[in-house]
Structure formats: C-alpha cells, structure tokens
C-alpha cells in the first residue's frame, strides 16, 4: 500500500512540476521584458538613459493603446518637452475627445505659451468632460484670471475649491 501510494505521488510530482516550472518562466518573461520594465523604472520615478528606448518598446509592444501614449507624452511634459508631448495629446483627443487628462495637459501647453483663448478652449472641455477633475476647474480660473476675466476666474476657482480645497490652496500658496 506505502509503495503504491509513493508511486502515485511520484507520478504526480513528475507531471506537475514541468507545469510548474512552465507557469514561472512565463512570469519571468513578462517581468523581464523591456515593457515591464520600463513601466517598473517610470513607477518608481527612475529616468535613466535608456528610458525613451523603453517607452519606445513599450509603444511598439502596444500600439495602438491611448493609455501608453498619453505616458509617453506625460513623460516628456515631465521633463519640459512640450512641443514633443501636445501633438501626442492631440492624437489622443482625436480618437478620445472627451479624454479630461489630454485636455487639462493640452490647455497646459496653451497656457504656458500666453495662449489664453485656447488654454480656456482646453480647459473648459475638461470641465465638461470630467466635472469632478479639480486641475481643470482651478486651471480654468488661472486661464481666465489671466485675461483678467475675475468673474469667470472666481466661478471656477470657487468650483475647484468645493471639489478639493486643500488641494486648490496648496497650489495656491506654491503659485504666489
């Protein structure tokens, strides 16, 4: 009956170990592949060298995904590189228009240049689209604050404020 039953077990073992060790290595490629660890490197803000080289993997690995190209042009937001990101966010915004996070960074890019109308343009999309997105609300104000437009301003400012005021009056304090 002992020999019976170990031979059993035996058998068992030898059938279920390559599955195993199959099922490990798949994890292994996946976390070792140039996407994984790309999006490891960028989570745990490590920019180095190679970092556009993983973006691109990460890009030809998934083509046609919104969400990897709205990273890669986050990213170069990041690191100052405005004029490569907006034609990136407007990409996005022709397959996705009501894409909040595109048209906050899109209004971003505006805003920077003195490009008021369009930075509003942006925003106020944003608004529409996401309601509950406290940057664009308090993007808006400070786009319309610029045009010294403070009705308009203190509307949304108000807006922000009731959506997040902690948030609303810590960029207010970093921004005087």
Known sequence: MRIAALAALV??????????????????????????????????GRLYGAAFRDLGALRGSLPDSQAVAHLIADVHTLLGQDQLARPVYVRILESEP?????????????FHRREYIKAIESYRAAVDADPERVAAAYNLSQAYRSLLEFGDADTYLEQARRLDADRVNEWILRND
Not at 12 to 38: D, N
Not at 98 to 110: P, S
């Open 11 to 44: 058998c068992l073992l030898f059938a279920v170990v390559p599955v195993v060790v199959l099922e490990q290595q798949r994890g292994l490629e996946v976390t070792l592949s140039e996407p994984m660890r790309s999006v490891e490197n960028l989570s745990r």
């Open 98 to 110: 009501e894409n909040a996070g595109a048209l906050v960074n899109l209004g971003n890019y505006h």
